[in-house]
C-alpha cells in the first residue's frame, strides 16, 4: 500500500515539473509572408490604320475676253500621282507639263509648248508737225500813195475767229457711251472620291457654256445604295434635276428582346 502512495507522489511530480517548463511543449510559431504572383498585363499597341488613298479630279476655264485659258487633272492610286496642266502663255503658245510622283522615284515633270508664238508689233510714236501760220492776205490801198499795205487788224481777226470756234467746240462736248464687255462664260470640272475604309465614295461633274449648265454628282449612302443626281439649268428652263438610285440596300439585323404582350408581362398567360 505504502508503495501505490511513493508511485502517485512521484506522478504528481512529474506533471507538476513538465507544466512547469513550458518551453518544452509550445514552440514558437513563426509567420512567413506570403507574397501574391505577379499578374500579366498584355500591353497592346495601338496601331494607325491609314485607308488606301485614291482620288482623282479634274477641271478647265477658257475665258476668251480675259485671255484665261487653263485645265488641270490628277490622279492619284495608293503612293502613285499622275496628272497634267496646261495654260495659255501671253504669246499665244499653249505650255503643257505632264508628271508623275511616287516613293522610288520622287517627282519627275515633262513640259512641252506647243502653238506658235504671236508677238506684238511695236509701231513708234508719229511725229506731230506743228501747223503752219497762216497769215492774213494783205490789203492794198492806193489812198495817199501807198500801196501793198496790211492791214493791222488782220491778224487780230484770225485770232478772235480761232476763240470763237473753241469755245463754241467747249460749250458743245461730245460723249460716247461706254458699253461694258462680258466675256462669253465657259468652264468644266470634275473630280471623285472613293475611300472604302471610311465609306467616302462620291463624284461630281459640271459644265458651262454661256447660259447653259449641265451636271451630275453621285454619293453611296448608309445602305448601299447610289444616288446619283442629272441636272440641267438654263434661262428658259429653269432647274431641273432626275433623281435615280442604283444596287441593293443592305440593312444591319437588329438582335434583341421582343415586345410582350399582355401589357408589359412578357406575354405570359
Known sequence: MAFFKVLSCMAVLAVAAVSAAPGYLEQPVYAHAVHAAPL?????????????????FKYGVHDAHTGDVKSASEHRDGD????EYSLLQPDGTTRTVHYTADDHNGFNAVVTNSGHAVHAEVHAAPVVHHAPVVHAAPV??????YSHLESPYAHYATVVFTLVALTVALAHPVYEE???VYAHPKYSYKYGVHDAHTGDVKS???HRDGDVVKGEYSLLQPDGIVRTVHYTADKHNGFNAVVTNSGHGAHPEVHGHAAG?????????
Not at 140 to 145: M, R, V
Open 140 to 145: 492794198l490801198s492806193y489812198e495817199h500813195g
Open 204 to 206: 461630281a461633274s459640271e
Open 261 to 269: 404582350l399582355g401589357g408589359g408581362y412578357g406575354g405570359l398567360y
Open 40 to 56: 500579366a498585363v498584355a500591353h497592346h499597341e495601338a496601331e494607325d490604320y491609314h485607308a488606301h488613298p485614291k482620288y482623282a
Open 80 to 83: 502613285v500621282v499622275k496628272g
Open 178 to 180: 461706254e458699253h461694258e
